[in-house]
């Protein structure tokens, strides 16, 4: 799938450890809190060395304004709905061996090519508005995954670690995915 490329690089991170994490849940768009492990993720991202321009956002989710919040705490952040992850409809809640298929649709569920579409609009758009400044986005594993298909390898690739930076960082016509 070729997708129109955002302006320029791009920083993605997955929220803290969450409960639903730690306990191998579905948790897409249920609100679940960050476990103790998780807010210590998010308080060592606070020690790393940050570009000083950078654009910051974050989920609608708890999970990782809270991640934002302890990561960045003197700085301010924009919400942003398009960052939240996908809707797994009945299967919220269930254990991960039970999540369909990505390219199912779940029941009362977002089906996988419209999270595409919502996250190249939603990421197209952030970058287009930073101007100078480096978006930073705190978001989901799905989030990350979607991007990874849109602009890199065209693979969702494995679960992104909590917590940890992934610059994608603009090649020519395509995006490289590498930690910051």
């Known amino acids: 799938m070729t997708a129109p490329l955002p302006s320029g690089s791009f920083c993605l991170i997955r929220h803290g450890e969450t409960t639903a994490n730690a306990d191998g849940i579905i948790a897409g768009r249920t609100d679940v809190a960050l476990t103790e492990r998780g807010r210590q993720q998010a308080r060592d991202l606070s020690r790393r060395h940050w570009p000083e321009r950078i654009a910051l956002y974050a989920s609608p989710m ?3 304004q809270e991640t934002c919040k ?3 705490p003197d700085r301010e952040f924009t919400r942003h709905d398009g960052l939240r992850e996908r809707d797994w409809g009945v299967f919220e809640m ?3 061996d ?3 298929a990505r390219e199912d ?3 009362s569920g977002e089906s996988w090519p419209a999270m595409l579409s919502r996250i190249r ?3 197209t758009e952030i970058c287009a508005v930073s101007q100078n400044r480096l978006p930073v986005l705190v978001c989901h594993s799905g989030v990350i995954r979607a991007a990874r298909v849109l602009w890199t390898t065209g693979d969702v690739g494995t679960r ?3 917590a940890t930076p992934i610059l994608f960082e603009r090649a020519g016509e395509t995006f490289e995915e590498k930690e910051l």
């Open 62 to 64: 708890s999970r990782a």
């Open 105 to 107: 649709t779940p029941e």
């Open 98 to 100: 039970q999540q369909p």
């Open 70 to 72: 302890l990561a960045f």
């Open 94 to 96: 269930r254990p991960l």
């Open 160 to 162: 992104p670690p909590n």
């Open 121 to 123: 609009r939603t990421i």
